[in-house]
């Protein structure tokens, strides 16, 4: 089947692009943790933040697995 | 506090990030793509831009040239995913942008939005201390530095960096920023790349209609750097006729835009740059003596690459660790070539050690890990040196620079553009010096 004019091209960069954003998240979620301990804060606003770390890991680990097929396509092709 | 405008089309980091600026004591706007931000700018004013790179309709340039418009330009900083947009940043727009690398921190929120700097993240795992998180070097010459630095920081004295070309005037600047407890930003400007039709202007502003070109209100470069540093390179090329209002604004701490009827007061420690030495300034009489004493409350004097080689090693270590950062590579120093490096004069000093190190990086093999050296670093520079070399004594400084001049336009064949840059000098500078000899010959 051939893709349609609108298909964006996948490139390698579009893929390690979304490996980044959730790193991104896990990263600045973290440092909101670190926040919410060192000022008394509220628990539930740290354990908010956690709850959104472990989607990003699940997000990064797919993410990473796009990249892996990506890559093994490319390099069959 | 300061007003923030934060732009990504990511919302779950743009929430995140917004209450970590607010708890750092900002008021943070929300933009998820170029049309809200147009928004926002539209009916507020921001003093600082965190802005994603790409967004789902266009670029970040885009928003920037709209910015540019503005009487006042907030600073920006570019979030990103690669480091080699700084590369692009540094070509495409001006002093008041830099750059942040995701994964972000809140040290790095903290820090751009203070106007500091930091190391790289690979610098903070390398063995090479970055001093103030930008200078290197442990040789006693830059302990000195480093004491001056410090103590200096923690006053409000204006500053005056006399060093030859290429030993890191304004890296240095950059550190007493780093080491003072300032608010404001720091905000560079090369009095010798200006015109001196503009230089007003660019020094104290101007008001809308004061003079032809003169569209829209602008903000001057020491109403920009309040509560901060106003680095001003290359001070002694200024011209003589625009030193008195400098004065006046180094001793009233008050400025009046061009064209305008009221002043406004402004606080920032002026940090200013030559390389000339002390001597020549005196002698040459191209900066008023009274803005002298103003300007160097105190001087600092830049020692050149040549008087610290011990420092060669850990500062060609630190420019490759760099390089690897931002090219994913993983070259490495072998002892024989940090020793070959240290055999060279390296008269453009830091300057010329960087290029030739990135010279060697692209000449190397990617997929390896040993940086390529050629065989020795003969330069522009060291012909130049060679020149110099053949001075004798009763020769006016005046003589020595034109015979310089005279050599390296001879040598690049008449491009001035090629000469100024091997001069260590702007193009403009090379143009007013050689309007100045031909004016001095028809009078």
């Avoid at chain 2, 928004?39 to 920037?64: K, W, Y």
């Avoid at chain 2, 835009?257 to 040459?284: E, H, L, M, W, Y």
């Amino acid at each position: 089947m051939q893709p349609t004019q609108e298909t964006p091209p996948v490139t390698t960069n579009t893929l390690i692009h979304d490996v980044r954003n959730p790193l991104n998240r896990i990263s600045m979620q973290a440092e909101m943790v670190k926040l919410v301990l060192e000022n008394d804060m509220p628990k539930e606003k740290a354990i908010a933040a956690l709850d959104k770390i472990l989607i990003a890991c699940q997000d990064s680990s797919a993410a990473l697995q796009k990249l892996s097929e990506h890559s093994r396509t490319n390099n069959d092709g | 506090m300061s007003q923030i405008l934060l732009v990504d089309d990511d919302k779950e980091f743009t929430d995140v990030a917004s209450n970590i600026i607010e708890f750092l004591g900002h008021d943070v706007e929300i933009a998820n793509c170029l049309e809200e931000a147009y928004n926002c700018i539209e009916f507020q004013r921001f003093d600082h831009i965190l802005l994603d790179f790409m967004l789902p309709d266009g670029s970040a340039l885009h928003l920037i040239d709209k910015l540019n418009t503005q009487d006042k330009v907030p600073f920006v900083t570019l979030i990103t995913g690669h480091p080699s947009v700084k590369s692009i940043i540094s070509g495409m727009c001006g002093p008041n942008v830099n750059y942040l690398v995701k994964p972000l921190q809140r040290e790095d929120l903290e820090l751009v939005l203070s106007g500091k700097t930091k190391a790289t993240k690979k610098a903070k795992s390398s063995a090479i201390t970055k001093h103030f998180g930008c200078l290197v070097g442990e040789s006693a010459p830059m302990q000195e530095l480093y004491e001056m630095i410090e103590r200096v920081g923690k006053t409000n004295a204006n500053v005056m960096l006399m060093g030859e070309s290429g030993v890191g005037k304004e890296v240095v600047a950059h550190a007493i920023h780093t080491a003072s407890n300032t608010e404001g930003p720091m905000v560079a400007t090369n009095c010798g790349a200006l015109s001196r039709e503009l230089i007003g202007s660019e020094l104290f502003g101007h008001e809308k209609g004061s003079f032809t070109g003169a569209v829209g209100r602008k903000i001057g470069v020491f109403e920009q750097a309040q509560q901060g540093t106003l680095f001003l390179d290359e001070i002694t090329e200024m011209p003589l006729e625009m030193q008195p209002n400098l004065l006046r604004v180094l001793e009233s701490k008050r400025v009046t835009r061009v064209g305008a009827v009221k002043d406004i007061p402004v606080d920032c420690r002026v940090i200013s740059a030559t390389n000339r030495t002390v001597d020549d300034i005196a002698q040459s009489k191209v900066l008023r003596e009274d803005i002298y004493f103003r300007l160097a409350v105190f001087p600092i004097t830049i020692p050149p690459l040549r008087e610290r080689l011990a420092d060669i090693p850990l500062l060609a270590t630190a420019f490759i660790e760099q390089l690897n950062a931002e090219n994913d590579t993983n070259f490495e120093w072998k002892n024989a070539q940090l020793d070959q490096l240290k055999s060279y004069a390296w008269p453009g000093n830091i300057r010329e050690l960087r290029h030739a190190i990135h010279r060697a990086f692209i000449m190397s093999d990617p997929t390896g890990t040993e940086v390529t050296l050629p065989k020795n670093f003969e330069s522009p520079f060291a012909k130049n040196q060679t020149s110099t070399n053949q001075v004798t004594a009763g020769q006016t400084i005046d003589d020595v620079e034109k015979e310089l001049i005279r050599v390296t336009l001879e040598k690049v064949e008449g491009n001035k553009t090629l000469a100024a840059e091997m001069l260590g000098i702007s193009t403009k500078t090379l143009y007013n010096r050689l309007n100045a000899w031909e004016n001095q010959a028809q009078g």
